[in-house]
């Protein structure tokens, strides 16, 4: 198996253990045939257990390098955009007076997302019996870090520091490798819903960008991909709901109100329609409660002061009824108590 991190290797080793590795590649070479059952070793030592991803992180978002820089004078490395927010580097205290990339590190960096990030990957061979160009799988040992989970991982740890572009970078592969998936498989539940996940992930990104077309377009993706489930499953529905109420957002922000409202209704039908599979789920309750607030605000703002002043009360009767179901949920609770104050500011000023 040609492993990734084969050159980097060499360069550290001794003479003596390069030529052994490349012994072992070309026993696996001739093995091709059974690389189904192999299983994957990495020179750097990533299978045995004991890989750390600390050389290949960044200090300040705690996700892996993106755009590496290396701070000069004092040689510390951080993602670019990480850094670029400090005058001293956060390490040492050492004044930062320019930025220069590393390349060679981000390389190291992207082959590891390549090679190792993942569970099993499909490699060319030849079949030594019949000459054949054939795809084989390896699977790698170390379970914890199925690419797709991992790049996730990555990217949410990247969007909590504010570091938009790696995560959106990391999401983006991940969407690729799923819509690989698809193609090879067609549109499977699993496949759908992860796939409906990280492309609403993809949006809030955008979103935060400021980046208003690609995130609907993200948004609409997201939809399409969880609209081919059964609406049988409460996670479903919330992350259905919530892409649909997220592209009424951006465009009540745009000043379009009526495909805002337009959107919000579409999401209240859902969580309307989930209820009567989940009548005992506070949490879908809660939600219902927000979607006809956002339906009532957007009709008073349209001038239809009838409906939305029915909205508003209907939302409240559903969040007062529910007071009891939520006391043993602290986190509920809360939430309920917060939705509802909202709600009745808004029928005062009405």
């Known amino acids: 198996m040609a492993c990734p991190f084969v050159r980097s290797a060499s360069r550290v080793q001794s003479e003596d253990t390069s030529v052994a590795q490349g012994t072992l590649e070309r026993n696996d070479s001739s093995n091709k045939s059974a ?42 490395i951080f993602c670019r955009l990480c850094i670029s927010r400090f005058e001293d580097c956060p390490l040492c205290g050492a004044g930062i007076e ?34 054949q ?11 914890s870090l199925e690419r797709g989970s991992f790049l996730v991982q990555q990217a949410m740890r990247a969007f909590q520091a504010q570091n938009l572009e790696s995560a959106s970078a990391r999401l983006e592969l991940c969407a690729a490798d799923i819509k690989e998936e698809l193609e090879r498989h067609g549109p499977t539940p699993e ?6 996940a990280v492309l609403g992930m993809l949006g809030d990104c955008s979103r935060s960008m400021g980046s208003t077309g690609p995130a609907i377009s993200y948004y609409n993706e997201s939809v399409e991909m969880l609209s081919k489930l059964p609406v049988k499953d409460s996670e479903v529905v919330h992350a259905l709901s919530v892409s649909i109420n997220k592209m009424g957002d951006l465009e009540y922000y745009a000043g379009d109100l009526t495909a805002a409202r337009a959107h919000y209704a579409k999401s209240l039908d859902v969580r309307r329609s989930a209820l009567q599979d989940y009548s005992e789920l506070s949490s879908q309750v809660l939600d219902i409660a927000v979607s006809l607030a ?6 008073r703002a349209l001038g239809n002061n009838g409906p939305a002043s029915e909205g508003f009360q209907e939302a409240i009767k559903m969040l007062e009824n529910l007071s009891g179901n939520t006391a043993e949920s602290g986190s509920l609770e809360r939430r309920r108590l917060s939705i509802l104050e909202f709600l ?3 029928t005062k000023d009405a």
């Open 35 to 76: 690389a189904a059952a192999a299983v994957g070793k990495c020179p750097l030592g990533y299978d045995s257990g004991s890989f750390k991803l600390g050389p290949f992180s960044c200090v300040i978002c705690r996700a892996l390098l993106f755009q590496t820089s290396k701070c000069v004078p004092c040689g510390h």
């Open 98 to 131: 320019s930025l220069t990339a590393h390349d060679e590190l981000q390389q190291q960096v992207d082959q590891f997302i390549e090679g190792h990030a993942r569970v099993k990957r499909s490699i060319p061979c030849v079949n030594e019996d019949s000459g």
């Open 133 to 143: 160009k054939e795809t084989s799988n390896v699977m790698y040992e170390d379970v």
């Open 191 to 196: 496949i759908c819903s992860q796939l409906g």
């Open 294 to 299: 956002k339906v009532a605000d957007v009709d």
């Open 344 to 346: 009745h500011g808004q």
